[in-house]
């Protein structure tokens, strides 16, 4: 399968959504499920991709303004 090109983040999620949208309805081809499976695996891919880089850049700009001192995402919403 070639490889497309990166969608955006809200492009890549908005495609994402659709793609389970359709899975769900569950009138298409087992064949074509597989197909919309391994597109929406690719598209997963890229976003797991663009939110790392995401991440390492919010992390240098701390660095750089001496912020250095990073709190867990996850660790925070537990305590709500």
């Known amino acids: 399968m070639a490889r497309r090109k990166k969608l ?3 492009a890549s999620i908005a495609e994402l ?3 389970v949208e359709r899975l769900e309805q569950g009138d298409i081809s087992l064949e074509e499920s597989l197909k ?3 597109s929406g695996v690719l598209i ?3 976003c797991q991709e663009a939110l790392s ?3 390492q850049k919010v992390q240098m700009l701390l660095q ?3 912020q250095a ?3 867990d ?3 925070n919403t537990s305590e709500s």
């Open 44 to 46: 997963t891919r890229d």
């Open 36 to 38: 919309l499976y391994e």
């Open 69 to 71: 001192n990073l709190v």
């Open 73 to 75: 995402f996850e660790a």
């Open 17 to 19: 959504e659709s793609l």
């Open 53 to 55: 880089q995401a991440e």
């Open 64 to 66: 750089q303004s001496d």
């Open 8 to 10: 955006d983040y809200e």
